[in-house]
C-alpha cells in the first residue's frame, strides 16, 4: 500500500491552544494557509500535475480547507476529494471548544509532557483504541492497487502511522512520533519518508 499522509495547517484554535477535536470546524490562520500552500507545493514537486491518486480526507473543516488549497498546487478539482469521518481528530467530548489551561487549571494536567499526546481521556470524549478501529475498518476498505494521498489530523495520523509503520505503547495502541503540522509523510512498505517537514506546532498543548 503506498499512502503520502498529511497533518492539516494551523488554525486558529491551535494558534489560541483552544481544543479542536473532531467536530470543530476552526478556519486556518494565514500561517496555516502558507503551511497549506507550502504543503501543496512539495507535493506537486513529488507527484508532479494531475497525480492519479485517490484522495481522501477528513470532513473537518480545516482538513477541507488545507485540502482546497493542496489540490488547487497538485490540478485535481477539490470535488475530487473523498470525505470519511474515520479520518476525524481525537473526539475530545467535553473539552471541544475549551482552552488547554483552563482544563488544567480545573482537574490538572491532561498531556504526557514527553510523548505530547493525551494522558487522561476527555469527558464522554474517545480514547486511543476507538481511534485504531476506526483507522483500520478505513484501511481495509481502500483499494491496495491504488496510491493514496489523505489529509487529516494530529492524534489520528500519529495512529494511523503507528498502525502502517509502528511505534511506542500508548495505551494499548502503537502511536509513531510526533510531527508538526503541515508535515507530509510517504508511507510504503512499512516504512516512511517525510515528504516535507511543516512549520506549525507539534503534538497537544500541555496548557
Same mark, same amino acid.
Given at each position: 500500500?503506498?499512502?503520502?499522509? =498529511?497533518?492539516?495547517?494551523?488554525?486558529?484554535?491551535? $494558534? $489560541?491552544?483552544?481544543?479542536?477535536?473532531?467536530?470543530?470546524?476552526?478556519?486556518?490562520? /494565514? =500561517?496555516?494557509? $502558507?503551511?497549506?500552500?507550502?504543503?501543496?507545493?512539495? @507535493?506537486?514537486?513529488?507527484?508532479?500535475?494531475?497525480?492519479?491518486?485517490?484522495?481522501?480526507? %477528513? &470532513? %473537518?473543516?480545516?482538513?477541507?480547507?488545507?485540502?482546497?488549497?493542496?489540490?488547487?498546487?497538485?490540478?485535481?478539482?477539490?470535488?475530487?476529494? /473523498?470525505?470519511?469521518?474515520? @479520518?476525524?481528530?481525537?473526539?475530545?467530548?467535553?473539552?471541544?471548544?475549551?482552552?488547554? =489551561?483552563?482544563?488544567?487549571?480545573?482537574?490538572? &494536567?491532561?498531556?504526557?509532557?514527553?510523548?505530547? #499526546?493525551? %494522558?487522561?481521556?476527555?469527558?464522554?470524549?474517545?480514547?486511543? &483504541?476507538?481511534?485504531?478501529?476506526?483507522?483500520? %475498518?478505513?484501511?481495509?476498505?481502500?483499494?491496495?492497487?491504488? &496510491? !493514496?494521498?489523505?489529509?487529516?489530523?494530529?492524534?489520528? =495520523?500519529?495512529?494511523?502511522?503507528? @498502525? @502502517?509503520?509502528?511505534?511506542?505503547?500508548?495505551?494499548? !495502541?502503537?502511536?509513531?512520533?510526533?510531527?508538526?503540522?503541515?508535515?507530509?509523510?510517504?508511507? /510504503?512498505?512499512?516504512?516512511?519518508? !517525510?515528504? #516535507?517537514?511543516?512549520?506549525?506546532?507539534?503534538?497537544?498543548?500541555?496548557?
Amino acid at each position: 500500500m503506498d499512502i503520502i499522509l =498529511a497533518r492539516h495547517a494551523e488554525t486558529v484554535f491551535n $494558534a $489560541a491552544a483552544r481544543m479542536q477535536g473532531h467536530m470543530a470546524h476552526t478556519p486556518l490562520t /494565514r =500561517a496555516g494557509i $502558507a503551511q497549506a500552500e507550502a504543503m501543496g507545493a512539495a @507535493l506537486a514537486t513529488a507527484l508532479g500535475d494531475a497525480p492519479d491518486r485517490d484522495l481522501w480526507v %477528513s &470532513p %473537518s473543516g480545516r482538513t477541507q480547507q488545507t485540502a482546497a488549497i493542496v489540490g488547487e498546487h497538485l490540478k485535481r478539482p477539490f470535488f475530487d476529494w /473523498r470525505t470519511d469521518a474515520r @479520518l476525524l481528530e481525537i473526539d475530545v467530548g467535553d473539552w471541544e471548544g475549551r482552552y488547554y =489551561a483552563d482544563i488544567v487549571a480545573e482537574i490538572g &494536567p491532561i498531556v504526557d509532557a514527553e510523548r505530547r #499526546l493525551f %494522558s487522561v481521556p476527555a469527558p464522554n470524549g474517545e480514547w486511543f &483504541p476507538a481511534i485504531a478501529e476506526r483507522l483500520q %475498518s478505513w484501511l481495509a476498505d481502500l483499494d491496495p492497487a491504488r &496510491p !493514496v494521498l489523505a489529509i487529516s489530523h494530529g492524534i489520528t =495520523a500519529r495512529v494511523l502511522r503507528g @498502525l @502502517l509503520v509502528g511505534g511506542a505503547d500508548w495505551h494499548g !495502541v502503537k502511536v509513531a512520533v510526533d510531527a508538526p503540522q503541515g508535515t507530509v509523510f510517504h508511507i /510504503r512498505d512499512g516504512a516512511e519518508q !517525510v515528504l #516535507l517537514t511543516g512549520s506549525g506546532v507539534q503534538g497537544v498543548r500541555t496548557a
